[in-house]
């Protein structure tokens, strides 16, 4: 047995509590209804309201809904169009989760640890709404509920903080030591460290990985592909 897969095997075999983000590690939300596109509409309706140049044109040329919805609630906090742009997105969402990719793997490792007793949660940006609805497409809703945690429309409490992850750790009654956290992105690694959690990386591209590895995640902690998760999962049943 390799180092590497020695040390990903203790992370995995340790946990008894395990958070999944949800787009990329559970599925690719936006594989056919575009992110980019979903963000120029977001853009267009500011762009209605005079209110384009809230964002510049670097946060524009991310084409990302989050970046979009951020720059709002930086300069207009606690106002009506933060709940407008919020519930927008939340559409957009749940739209995406009819075309969505399941992530290969996922599926499998998700009914393996449950069925290994170990206690599964979402804790994502996006909003919980749309999980429940791709997590009942995949026949998996009872894999989570009810701890599913979700975007809220207080924006300071999207990840990095580590709001969704204490939430999760605090209504399982789960120590921190206990559980680990699968993310794909350095504010997913960011928000674990936080709140005292462990940290897998789901890496499904180079780019994907180059970050995670910038932002401080171990490379034997990050994989390209959830197969050998599943492989250490069933070793153990």
């Not at 975007?151 to 921190?176: E, F, I, W, Y």
Request: glycine share 6%; proline share 5%; charged share 25%.
């Amino acid at each position: 047995m390799t180092e590497e897969i020695k040390s990903l095997r203790e992370l995995v075999v340790r946990a008894r509590f395990v958070l999944f983000d949800f787009d990329g590690p559970i599925c690719q939300l936006f594989a056919q209804h575009k992110a980019e596109r979903i963000a120029a509409g977001m853009l267009r309706g500011l762009g209605e309201r005079g209110l384009r140049g809230l964002l510049s044109e670097k946060m524009r040329a991310e084409a990302d809904p989050q970046v979009v919805m951020r720059a709002v609630a930086a300069r207009h906090p606690g106002s009506d169009l933060i709940t407008e742009i919020e519930e927008q997105l939340t559409q957009e969402e749940l739209t995406a989760t009819a075309t969505a990719y399941p992530t290969p793997y996922a599926d499998p490792v998700i009914q393996t640890w449950v069925n290994a007793d170990t206690r599964l949660a979402v804790t994502t940006n996006n909003s919980a709404r749309a999980v429940t609805r791709y997590l009942e497409s995949r026949g998996l809703t009872h894999c989570f509920a009810p701890h599913i945690y979700g975007r809220t429309q207080n924006l300071d409490l999207l990840k990095p903080h580590p709001h969704c992850v204490t939430r999760a750790l605090s209504a399982m009654g789960a120590a921190p030591s206990a559980a680990l956290m699968i993310g794909d992105a350095p504010t997913d690694h960011e928000a674990a460290g936080r709140a005292g959690v462990s940290f897998l990386g789901y890496a499904r591209t180079d780019h994907k990985e180059e970050l995670l590895r910038a932002a401080g995640v171990r490379p034997e902690h990050i994989v390209r592909s959830l197969e050998p998760v599943l492989k250490i999962l069933r070793a153990q049943g």
